[in-house]
């Protein structure tokens, strides 16, 4: 059984900084593309980063410089540090694995991010 859990959200304070993780079982976790996407509410789901089974990583614009995504394939663990945070950076986070050679595609349940004063 595939899982997928996302940890460490909360509420912060703008420019305030955040680490959430993702811990996974059940999965060839080296072989995934790791990814973090956010849906704050109204909107779509967006990628805000992600990482291949090579170390590659990509993110969206509004978070470039502020988030850093990284993997630690011994845990089958994937995370995100959040810096500078801002209040449009709220929304419900979403741990991703995706293996397209072989479709198949997981979603964790989702973990809650706030940025308020």
């Known amino acids: 059984q595939v899982q997928l859990v996302e940890s460490g959200g909360g509420l912060v304070q703008p420019g305030g900084s955040l680490t959430l993780s993702c811990a996974s079982s059940?999965?060839?976790?080296?072989?995934?593309?790791m990814g973090w996407y956010r849906q704050a509410p109204g909107k779509q789901r967006e990628l805000v980063a992600a990482?291949?089974?090579?170390?590659?990583?990509t993110y969206a614009d509004s978070v470039k410089g502020r988030f850093t995504i990284s993997r630690d394939n011994a845990k089958n663990t994937v995370y995100l540090q959040m810096n500078s945070l801002k209040p449009e950076d709220t929304a419900a986070y979403y741990c991703?694995?995706?293996?397209?050679?072989?479709?198949?595609?997981?979603w964790g349940q989702g973990t809650q991010v706030t940025i308020s004063s």
């Open positions: 991703n694995a995706k293996w397209v050679t072989v479709g198949r595609y997981y």
């Open positions: 990482v291949s089974s090579g170390g590659s990583t």
């Open positions: 059940g999965i060839i976790f080296s072989s995934y593309t």
